[in-house]
Each structure stands twice: as C-alpha cells, then as structure tokens.
C-alpha cells in the first residue's frame, strides 16, 4: 500500500483525472476522454476549483432535455459533484469550442435542477453555457451535463469554481493587518474575553445559512468562529495541526486547489 500510495503522488494531474474520470471513449489523438457517459460512470468531482477538458464526439444522448427552447440536444457528458456543506459555486463551459448547453440534474434524472444554453457572462451574444453563484446542498448529489446545441457535438471545457460573489480575505486574520500571526490569537482571545473589538468582517454572500460575519476568523472550516478555532491557531502555531482552512461554503477568492472534503 506504501509503494502504491508514493506512485500515486509522482503521477502528473492529467494521469490522477483519467484514473478519477474513467471514459468510454477516445480522443482525435488517442488520448482517454474524461468526462463519463452516464450517471453511473459520471466523472467525479473531487476537489475545487476544478477544470477539465474533453469532447462529446463519440459518445450517446443518454439525457434529453430543452432549455427553455424546444431545440435538439447533442451528444452529452456527465460530471457529479457530492458538497459536504451548502455551497455556492460557478459552473462554465465559457472555454469551449461548439455551441454549448449544461444541465445539472439533483440527485436523479429528470429532476432538473437548472440549466444554461447561452449566457453573456462568457461574452455578449456567446453561445456558450454559464450558471452562476448557484446554491445546492449537502448531501445532495448533483449531476452535471455537458451537450451541445442542435445536435452538434465537439470539445468542451469545464470549469466549477467558488461562487463570484465570494470576497478576498487571509484565513484566520481577525485583526486586518492582512496576514496571520500569533497576533491574531491575541486579538481573538480578548475578543472572546469580551475586551477587544470584533474581528473585521467580511460580508461577502454565500449560502444564507453560512452567511456569518467572521469569515476570516474559522481556521478549522466549522463555518463558525469560536473558541475552537483559537485552539486550532494555537496548535498550528505548535507545528500540531495543518494549514487553516476556511468554511468550505464560504472560501475567499483564489483559495485551492484544495480538497472539498
């Protein structure tokens, strides 16, 4: 198990994706496809942000649907994504080469939970697909498809980011000087003893439940700040615990490519 794991990790992405995206089919080149045909050997989402490319050519309609226009449905490709917490994320086909559509189906088909066939956020008059700051839910499973337009099919790239609406902050820095420090312990603490200021906020929107002021402040990705998360500073500070995490529905820009779980 050992040899296997320290393989795994010389193994470039693109090696580590067709090991996570097994397909039935095969580029122009030769190359292994990545995105899956059906919902049963869909592609799975592991990590964000998360970006992959393919092609539809070669592979069956296995999911018609119009959005909100009676047209003809290409070849299509399937993603899933399982979230361990409500997120808020952006879905774009923005980079691909055919006109494109992308459905994204909750738990099960037909339960279509929204789709896109053209969106200006990808340029004014583009036909390609974009969803944005979209909300789904934990536990839930969601699958993504990505077809074309009128029966045509061709490369595409996928890309699941964090929501636009996210905000820029460093993680587990309450006092704003923009890094985090030992400084920051000391802050929290005489916040919690009720001595200090509150910790600088950041009211970027995500999910409304996750919607709590302090983003900044959860080092331990419990989506709340508390005392906790100045155990956890402490222990990282120790050399005893990781790298702060922040709440996984609510991550500043930039954050990643990390794992969702």
């Not at 879905?91 to 896109?116: K, V």
């Not at 839910?137 to 074309?148: C, F």
């Not at 587990?172 to 985090?180: E, P, T």
Request: charged share 15%.
């Amino acid at each position: 198990m050992n040899a296997f794991i320290a393989n795994l990790a010389r193994l470039s992405v693109t090696t580590i994706l067709i090991i996570l995206c097994p397909a039935l089919g095969y580029g122009g080149d030769g190359a292994i496809l990545q995105g899956g045909d059906t919902f049963e050997d869909a592609c799975v989402i592991n990590w964000l942000p998360f970006v992959d490319s393919g092609t539809t050519v070669g592979y069956n309609l296995d999911y018609e649907n119009d959005c909100g226009d009676s047209l003809l449905n290409g070849p299509d490709v399937c993603y899933s994504f399982t979230p361990v917490v409500d997120m808020m994320l952006d879905f774009s086909l923005c980079e691909s080469n055919l006109n494109t559509q992308i459905y994204i189906y909750e738990n099960y088909y037909p339960n279509l939970f929204i789709c896109n066939d053209d969106s200006d956020s990808c340029g004014t008059g583009s036909t390609r697909s974009f969803i944005g700051d979209l909300v789904i839910y934990k536990d839930s499973t969601y699958y993504i498809v990505v077809n074309g337009r009128d029966g045509t099919a061709g490369d595409y790239v996928l890309e699941v980011n964090f929501g636009r609406g996210q905000c820029g902050y460093v993680i587990g820095d309450v006092n704003g000087s923009g890094s985090l420090n030992g400084l920051d312990v000391t802050y929290g603490v005489n916040y919690f003893k009720g001595f200090g200021p509150p910790p600088i906020g950041c009211d970027c929107p995500c999910p409304p439940h996750y919607d709590f002021r302090y983003k900044s402040g959860d080092a331990n990705a419990s989506c709340t700040y508390n005392g906790f998360d100045i155990t956890y500073l402490v222990g990282y500070f120790k050399t005893t615990n990781p790298p702060a995490r922040p709440c996984p529905a609510c991550p500043p820009l930039g954050w990643g490519p990390e794992s969702v779980e």
